[in-house]
């Protein structure tokens, strides 16, 4: 069989190892990935200590790097990343990188080693630049608060750019854009006007100003439907009042209203007092523990007009309900019991002034004949 002449039996020669590479070999694949992970270049997690739990010094180095240099320097290399982050829409990051530069620049001098040869610098300069450098700063975190919908640390970053700068433009549209995400128009206008004063070709805030009177506008015609159906909801109630004090129907609320949904005393015109009155009225028979609602019961209809329709009760076995076969009551101001005539208007009984309508409720007791006189005596007993 004819051999691949490709194919080695023998043992292989290789190429020996540098020796800061040598260590390696008997690393296994994780131990490498891990020990890469230290350096900076190669860094995929944060490792701030060493195996021994001391510095990475490496990655410390690195860090020092940042903060070499004048306040000015350091600040400016905070703020450069803070506009890297910020082009790459990265908020959060950028908000960092802001807050470094502008620490930087409040943090004190620091004195160089014996052995570092002090740079001498221009105080105006350097003064001039770190203000510059500080108003950078702080307009861009206000646009990351802005975009993070911080909207009132934003305000707070452009009036400390505006203290270092009354002419920043920038400031005026990004304080007015978190002001209007506020519903703060008055502000936000203000802010607009300021900075237009400024530049009145401003395009960023001749638009803004044009979705502040957008909104204005809208506020204003949703407070006037708000006002108009406030005083239509008070004239209704007053209307109401009237129509109820010009028949002499009582009424009465407690702390306890019933929940009643949509049903409600109401007049046919809700403006006009002489419209015909409807109440909602609770028929209740006591004597078994049963009721029936009736939504809307006009002034000018009688109570045996209601029972026709209602009559006969699904759970009356007996047949003791029928229209002529029971009688009604109703409980007075005073505490005791009237007969509620079957073929008397509800207008007319509401408007004897011996019942009263509680909490916006009419309420009628309706028992057999039979029985009508052994549970009045017992609702006697009850209020003794």
């Known amino acids: ?99 470094k530069a502008i620490a930087a620049l409040k943090a004190p001098s620091q004195v160089p080693p014996d052995d570092v040869i002090e740079v001498e610098v221009d105080p105006e300069a350097e003064t001039k630049k770190e203000k510059e450098i500080e108003e950078a700063s702080y307009v861009n975190r206000a646009l990351c608060n802005l975009e993070k919908k911080n909207y009132r640390s934003c305000n707070q970053d452009c009036a400390s ?77 007053a209307t109401l009042r009237l129509a109820l004090k010009s028949r002499a129907i009582l009424t009465r609320t407690t702390e306890q209203v019933p929940d009643l949904e949509d049903a409600a005393v109401k007049l046919a015109n809700s403006l006009d007092p002489s419209s015909t009155l409807s109440f909602p009225v609770l028929l209740l028979y006591p004597t078994h523990s049963q009721s029936d609602f009736v939504k809307a019961f006009s002034e000018t209809e009688k109570l045996d007009q209601h029972l026709d329709y209602i009559f006969p009760l699904p759970w009356d076995s007996e047949h003791e309900f029928t229209v002529d076969g029971v009688e009604a009551y109703m409980e007075t101001t005073a505490g005791g019991l009237i007969k509620v005539g079957k073929k008397m208007t509800l207008g007319k009984v509401l408007g004897s002034g011996k019942t009263e309508v509680v909490d916006g409720l009419v309420r009628i007791s309706v028992l057999p004949k039979s029985k009508a006189a052994g549970w009045i005596e017992e609702f006697k007993k009850r209020r003794r």
Not at 38 to 67: H, Q, V
Not at 178 to 195: F, H, N
Not at 200 to 225: F, G, Y
Request: aromatic fraction near 6%; include cysteine.
């Open 1 to 99: 069989m004819a051999q691949d002449p490709t194919r080695h039996n023998g043992p292989t020669a290789s190429v020996p190892l540098p020796p800061a590479m040598a260590e390696v070999q008997s690393q296994s694949v994780d131990d490498v990935l891990k020990e890469m992970n230290r350096l900076p270049l190669f860094m995929t997690t944060l490792d701030d200590t060493d195996a021994e739990g001391g510095d990475n010094i490496a990655l410390e180095a690195l860090k020092a790097l940042a903060y070499e240099g004048t306040r000015a320097e350091v600040a400016e290399n905070f703020r450069q990343q803070g506009n890297e982050c910020a082009r790459a829409k990265q908020w959060t990051n950028a908000k960092e990188f802001y807050n």
């Open 161 to 237: 750019t505006i203290r270092l700068n009354p002419f920043n433009i920038k400031a005026f549209y990004r304080s007015g854009t978190a002001c209007l995400a506020l519903d703060k128009l008055p502000e936000a206008l203000d802010a607009c006007t300021r900075g237009l004063a400024i530049d009145s070709s401003n395009a960023p805030l001749k638009t803004l100003a044009t979705k502040i009177s957008a909104r204005k506008a809208h506020l204003d015609s949703l407070e006037k439907v708000r006002r108009e159906r406030k005083e239509k909801a008070a004239s209704e109630r």
